[in-house]
Structure formats: structure tokens, C-alpha cells
Nanobody, 124 residues
Framework: QVQLVESGGGLVQAGGSLRLSCAASGRTFSSYAMGWFRQAPGKEREFVAAINWSGSSIYYADSVKGRFTISRDNAKNTVYLQMNSLKPEDTAVYYC?????????????????WGQGTQVTVSS
């Protein structure tokens, strides 16, 4: 099991940028695939981005492709989500999650460990 702590959320104007970080505990971080998900008010949690253990396999939701970038630093046990050109519809609580699955899973059920989330609010 791995403990995850997200940070970097906040309030930003439309068109702005934020970088989310997710720090993981444990010595086996590099063996996990990592994902970012988000949940907007009144909506179900949805996939945002995922990265495999080495960074060689990455997937994005269509809604964020070209604007968001997921990356990881295994030496620092941290995964990042760089969010550019933010839109009001990106407003949500953002969660990072860890998966023991091979590749970069996009389904929530493939992730076992979850962080508590960080709020991102984009004003128009």
C-alpha cells in the first residue's frame, strides 16, 4: 500500500496555470502506475491522465489533451500534473491514485490507493 498526498491546488483565472504534485510514501513508488482523476460538483469522478512506471506510456482524457501534462520523478516519489490554459470547466477536486497494473490504466477500479484530493477552482 502507498500513501498519497496531493498539493498545488488553488484559485486561478481562466487561461492560467497550476502544477499539482502528488507525493507518495514507500520504497516501491517506481513500480506503480499513477493516475490523476477529478470530480466536479454534482458530477462523477472522471479520468484525467495516467502514466506508467517509467513514463514511457501516457494517456490523457480528450478534454485535457494538449493542455495538461503528467510526469513523474521516481527519485522524489512524486507525480505531477501541469495544467495550462485552464478553463472554468476544469474546476474540480483533483485526486492522484496508484495502481499495480501494467501500463497506464484509465479505469478507476484499477487503482487501489487514493489521495485525499486538492481543490482546483478556475474563475471566468
Amino acid at each position: 500500500q502507498v500513501q498519497l498526498v496531493e498539493s498545488g491546488g488553488g484559485l486561478v483565472q481562466a487561461g492560467g496555470s497550476l502544477r499539482l504534485s502528488c507525493a507518495a510514501s514507500g520504497r516501491t513508488f517506481s513500480s506503480y502506475a499513477m493516475g490523476w482523476f477529478r470530480q466536479a460538483p454534482g458530477k462523477e469522478r472522471e479520468f484525467v491522465a495516467a502514466i506508467n512506471w517509467s513514463g514511457s506510456s501516457i494517456y490523457y482524457a480528450d478534454s485535457v489533451k494538449g493542455r495538461f501534462t503528467i510526469s513523474r520523478d521516481n527519485a522524489k516519489n512524486t507525480v505531477y500534473l501541469q495544467m495550462n490554459s485552464l478553463k472554468p470547466e476544469d474546476t474540480a477536486v483533483y485526486y492522484c491514485a496508484a495502481s499495480i497494473r501494467v501500463g497506464a490504466p484509465r479505469a478507476q477500479y484499477e487503482y487501489r490507493d487514493w489521495g485525499q484530493g486538492t481543490q482546483v477552482t478556475v474563475s471566468s
